[in-house]
């Protein structure tokens, strides 16, 4: 199949273009070239997408067979890519599992959960997610939507559940403790790069995938504590995790708090039973730990490990919590 992914260079399109070209895909990659070079064998087209203009035009000099989009955001994306890939046998696009909101009305959250996002990402990847729907239905619109829950990669790093930071590696490795949320039980799943990539790729060409919408999860779940037992074990060094209220650490400036009011504050458990069914090889085989090892091993042969030595909001948050009485217990 001669494959178009819009985005290709990015956490989880690298993988995604790794594994087509593994299966001998023809691909072509369409991004800015801001992020890093193509990979050899790969066509790569140089173009921002927010020109729809060029965009549209150079997308429909070709037809492909099949189309995956990582990068796009809110209904204006998606009408731009309906337009851009009216004739392609088959469009993949990436959504994510926060349209579903963070107050389920049961778990595992399925598909076809009621979408009540919280967030403007959320709310924008549903009105997407709707549009194209409704092109599949209006038009054929050969369209497949996919909800990925966190992903994680050597691109993205080791994420922490209080904020998007990374500074507490750092911490860890000088033995200070670390803040969770609440008790840091909430419930989560991780799953790595190449194992989304397994899902995108192997959704390709079914046609009893179109105008469907699958989840892209690991079967069952971890808490936060038990990721970060997990990172903590890679890392080689155990710390004490203080568990602190929600409120409380909104009340604190914390850079990146978006990540953890939005997403890891909240229960999250989504089923991957509908990807098993219908894609058959996707079968996940990175383990946490594995994985996170993986990562962290790229941090640091790239020296992204940000020194934990400015950061001063965490020790203040600890101090906090420990005036008004005992950290929250964690299991
Ligand atoms: N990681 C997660 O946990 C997670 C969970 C759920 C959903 N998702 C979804 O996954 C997708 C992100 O995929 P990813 O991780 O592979 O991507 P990414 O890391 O965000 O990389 C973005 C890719 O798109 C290109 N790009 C960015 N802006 C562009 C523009 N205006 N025009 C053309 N190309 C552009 C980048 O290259 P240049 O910068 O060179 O243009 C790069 O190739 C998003 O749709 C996100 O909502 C991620």
Redesign the pocket.
Known sequence: MHVCV?????????SIVRRLLAQGHEVTI??????QPAPPGVCHLA????DRTAFEALMRRQRYDAVID????NREDAASSCRAFADTGHFVM?S??CTYGVDPDWFPVTEDHPLRPISDYGRN?AAADALFLEAYHRDGFPVTIVK????YGP??GLLRQAAWDYTWIDRVRQGRPIVVCGDGNALHQFMHVDDAAMGFVGLLGRRGCQGQTYNLVNRGFHTWADYHRTAMAVIGRQVELVGVPLDTLARFDIPGFGFCREISAHNSYYSGERLCRDVPEFRPVVGLEQGLAAVLAAMESQGRIPSADSVTWEDQVIAAQRAVGPPLPTA
Do not use: A, H
Request: proline letters at 3%; hydrophobic letters at 25%; aromatic letters at 4%.
């Open positions: 819009v985005g290709g260079t990015g956490n989880i399109s690298t369409v991004n800015r070239g801001q992020r173009c921002d997408r927010q990582m990068i796009c955001f990436c994510t599992v990847k990925p829950s966190t992903t691109q993205l």
